[in-house]
């Protein structure tokens, strides 16, 4: 999962100044999504460690069933 949030790093930092909500990120998960596997991306999300520092990246996690 670090590969992941270190992409959602460097999304969130593309985003900042475009965007208005950029501490929102919705994850669409179809049902048969093993539940650990959606905690780790929910996870993975929500911050980052850079230079020992903790840094927010989507605190605002929203869940949306998937498209059948």
């Known amino acids: 999962f670090e ?21 929102k990120i919705v994850i669409q998960a179809e049902p048969y999504v093993d ?8 996870d993975a999300t929500r911050t980052i460690v850079v230079d020992q520092q903790k840094i927010s990246l989507f605190p605002d996690v929203s869940l949306a069933a998937g498209i059948l």
């Not at 590969?3 to 501490?23: H, P, V």
């Open 35 to 42: 539940f650990q596997l959606l905690v780790n991306t929910m």
């Open 3 to 23: 590969e992941l949030a270190n992409k959602l790093y460097e999304m969130k930092n593309q985003a900042l100044g475009k965007f208005s909500d950029t501490d």
